[in-house]
């Protein structure tokens, strides 16, 4: 079997993808469409998730003062200082991104797919807010640019679902994914490695369980306890303890190794919101956390052995 270099990463990257569909270097551009979440608004709770933060996953995200072209610019600006890119993805990041009447989203996600720089977009949102009109929309949309769904699954087990209060079952997420792809939409899938009480058979399992779905990428997510989470408060109860670094590279690596390399790889850790970062500290330094986790997988042959195909 010969080994596939997918840009100098030894897995199938999104960098690797995007060069491969669109010719060159692509970044994305966080934007926030101003919409909540039925797990924070009342209809299926109050809390929101377990692990969320008051900025629904949208830490990094523009402001939602700003028009949806305002946002897009004022972050194409700060990147340009910085590096020659002329390619952006538009990633709907805050809370959940089509909670809002189908006239609505039409607007913002027209107004960001017209954006001359805009090359696709990605929408993050939950598998129980896809209705028929907007899965619809989404479909005509991706007439004319890619759109991608990003759906926040973290496990298949619904013990854990429940205790991170996720509030759907597993049968609506398939549902999702076998609606969307009817559509030609590709779907992202978000996993969280390292939820309370979960073992490395019950990630693994996840992880061969979206094997079998028809998914076009992955997060693997890093689990973050920040300041101001129910999260927090059982960690500072001592009901759980954080993972180590090593006990994390090597736990994404054994997930590598059971994805089907065909599934492209949108995230291999995250470094959190510094200063509502309680725990893991070390996730703080991400950029030395990946390299360490690119040279370990290129140093073992049983993972080069098991990962690379010449054709991904």
């Not at 479909?139 to 640019?145: D, I, T, V």
């Not at 300041?227 to 408060?233: F, H, I």
């Not at 970062?277 to 290129?298: D, F, G, Y």
């Amino acid at each position: 079997m010969s080994i596939k270099n997918w840009n100098g990463k030894p897995y199938h990257s999104l960098d690797y993808m995007l060069k491969e569909r669109f010719g060159e270097k692509v970044y994305k551009v966080t934007l926030n469409g101003g919409m909540s979440c039925p797990n924070r608004d009342g209809k299926l709770g109050t809390g929101g998730c377990i692990f969320c933060s008051a900025g629904g996953s949208g830490d990094f995200a523009a402001k939602p003062s700003l028009s949806i072209t305002q946002q897009i610019e004022s972050q194409i600006a700060l990147i340009s200082q910085k590096r020659p890119i002329h390619k952006y993805i538009a990633y709907f990041q805050a809370y959940t991104n089509t909670y809002a009447p189908v006239d609505y989203l039409e607007k913002i996600f027209s107004e960001a797919i017209s954006h001359p720089d805009i090359v696709a977009i990605s929408i993050g949102t939950r598998p129980d807010c896809l209705g028929d009109d907007i899965i619809s929309l989404l479909s005509r949309l991706n007439q004319k640019k890619p759109v991608w769904i990003e759906l926040g699954l973290q496990t298949m087990h619904e013990d854990s679902a429940r205790y991170i209060r996720r509030g759907y079952p597993l049968t609506c997420f398939e549902s999702a994914v076998s609606r969307l792809r009817s559509h030609n939409i590709e779907v992202i899938v978000h996993t969280i490695l390292g939820l309370p009480h979960e073992t490395s058979e019950n990630i693994l399992a996840t992880m061969d369980y979206l094997n079998t779905m028809d998914i076009q990428g992955i997060k693997l997510q890093l689990l973050h306890i920040l300041k101001g989470t129910d999260l927090a408060t059982d960690y500072e109860k001592g009901l759980f303890t954080a993972l180590e670094k090593d006990e994390y590279l090597n736990l994404v690596m054994d997930c590598l190794e059971h994805l089907d390399p065909r599934i492209v790889i949108h995230r291999v850790t995250g470094d959190g919101p510094k200063d509502l970062l309680i725990a893991p500290l070390w996730a703080s330094r991400k950029r030395e956390v990946l390299n360490l986790l690119h040279h370990r997988m290129k140093e073992c042959r049983s993972f080069q052995g098991k990962m690379f195909l010449s054709n991904p």
